[in-house]
Each structure stands twice: as structure tokens, then as C-alpha cells.
């Protein structure tokens, strides 16, 4: 059985960094993507970057240019880097698997009731 653990959230200031990560065990896909949503309180759940098996990185606009998503040595790892944190960053960033077809941020969005879910980590920007 999959399992998806991701880790990493904190509390930092606007301008500041923060590196998440999600671990997946039991992965039997072929085509995958695996990457990051967010959830603030009283906002809508959106995708923010997603890499699949192919390698192909995507983006969500309000991120791109400062998030860097990124494979570790092992495949089944996958790192989120945020950089020149902003207030509205302000969420519980949960990774998130989809199996299937390789695909980016609007795949994920799109089919996310049939991913598999993180705990979530709660990333928290102030001024």
C-alpha cells in the first residue's frame, strides 16, 4: 500500500526560505506525478508544483520563479524549495500522489479526490 509521508513546514518571515520534502513508499505506478497542494483557512485547495515520472516540472503562476520542485537521489523523493516566502504563501502544504498518467499541476488539480495525500505540513510566513 502507498504511503505518502511529507515534513518540512515551519514558521518564517516574508523574504524567508523553507524547504518541504514528501518521502512515497510503495509506489507501483508507472506514470505518475507527485507534488505539492495548499490549503489556507477560507481559501479554495490549489495546486502549486508537481513533477512527474517523466521529469516534466510545472508550476502554479503565484509561485513560480520562487519554488523549486525537485527529485532526490532517490526517485521517490521529492523536495519543495521556497523561496522569498510571502504572507500569502500562508498554508498547509500537503503532498500529493496521482498515479495513472504523467501530467502537472492542473492533472493534479483536476483528479485530486483519487490521489493519495501526505499528513500535510503547515508552512507559516509572517512580517
Known amino acids: 500500500q502507498m504511503q505518502v509521508a511529507d515534513f518540512g513546514g515551519g514558521s518564517v518571515q516574508v523574504g524567508g526560505s523553507l524547504r518541504l520534502s514528501c518521502v512515497v513508499s510503495?509506489?507501483?505506478?508507472?506514470?505518475?506525478?507527485i507534488g505539492w497542494m495548499r490549503q489556507a483557512p477560507e481559501k479554495d485547495r490549489e495546486g502549486v508544483a508537481a513533477?512527474?515520472?517523466?521529469?516534466?516540472?510545472t508550476y502554479a503562476d503565484a509561485v513560480q520563479g520562487r519554488f523549486t520542485i525537485s527529485k532526490g537521489t532517490d526517485k521517490n523523493t521529492v523536495h519543495l524549495e521556497m523561496n522569498n516566502l510571502k504572507l500569502e504563501d500562508t498554508a498547509m502544504y500537503y503532498c500529493?500522489?496521482?498515479?495513472?498518467?504523467?501530467?502537472?499541476?492542473?492533472?493534479?488539480?483536476?483528479?485530486?479526490?483519487?490521489?493519495?495525500w501526505g499528513q500535510g505540513t503547515q508552512v507559516t510566513v509572517s512580517s
Open positions: 510503495g509506489i507501483t505506478y508507472d506514470d505518475y506525478i
Open positions: 500529493v500522489v496521482l498515479g495513472g498518467a504523467p501530467g502537472g499541476v492542473k492533472r493534479l488539480v483536476d483528479f485530486d479526490e483519487y490521489a493519495s
Open positions: 513533477i512527474d515520472n517523466y521529469d516534466a516540472i
